[in-house]
């Protein structure tokens, strides 16, 4: 199903032919010269507010942390009986989460190296492709598909907008300057993150054609 997708319109290609390419050159190396280069051309940039901007988009990330987020949304959501959209909001978050460490365990890439570039923090895990991309584009993916499909235009409609698109836009970014992972993963996170999205936007659609008894949604 996930290839059908892939191939349903041209970006679902260009992003399918992509992650091949990428994952093809993960298997058998460990970074690209160009992914040095982009990290140690990144660190060169020193400054203190950039850096603690890449520290806060990727905080929510780390361990349960994006888990407290998705049920308190998934609790505001229950609170205006949105039941189809609570539960997609957990599923695009746990199966976003499960679908990135099942691919890491494959292609056990190593992290970067403290030799290579300067890493912010430690991590134990694999590092290809980047968790937290494939996350975010997963589920604040799609919280930005749910606030353009069922609130009206506003300042609060536009704010959360552009929140939900800055931390799903600055992820890759932040993953590579903090040394957490390579160029090259955080770009296979946002592949297979689209591509798991238009899975969850599918599944959300096939959930809300199905007739609910007790009423709800």
Not at 6 to 24: C, D, K, Q, Y
């Amino acid at each position: 199903m996930a290839t059908r997708l892939s191939n349903s319109t041209p970006w679902g290609r260009f992003v399918f032919i992509l992650l091949s390419a990428l994952s093809a050159v993960a298997a058998v190396a460990a970074y690209l010269s160009g992914d040095l280069w982009i990290t140690q051309s990144l660190q060169r940039f020193n400054d203190p507010y950039f850096y603690w901007l890449m520290v806060a988009v990727s905080w929510p990330g780390y361990q349960g942390r994006q888990l407290i987020v998705a049920l308190c949304v998934a609790a505001l959501l229950l609170r205006f009986r949105r039941r189809i959209e609570a539960a997609c909001v957990l599923i695009s978050l746990g199966s976003g989460w499960l679908l990135a460490n099942v691919i890491k365990l494959i292609f056990a890439r190593p992290r970067p190296s403290p030799d290579l570039v300067e890493v912010h923090l430690p991590h134990s895990t694999w590092s290809f492709p980047s968790g937290h991309v494939v996350s975010y584009v997963a589920f604040y993916g799609f919280l930005f598909y749910l606030v353009c499909s069922l609130t009206r235009p506003s300042a609060l409609r536009s704010a959360l907008l552009a929140l939900l698109g800055a931390m799903i836009g600055l992820v890759g970014l932040s993953r590579v300057y903090l040394g957490a992972h390579w160029a090259s993963d955080a770009l296979a996170g946002y592949c297979f993150g689209l591509l798991w999205l238009a899975l969850m936007i599918h599944l959300y659609w096939r959930l809300k054609s199905r007739p609910i008894s007790g009423g709800g949604n």
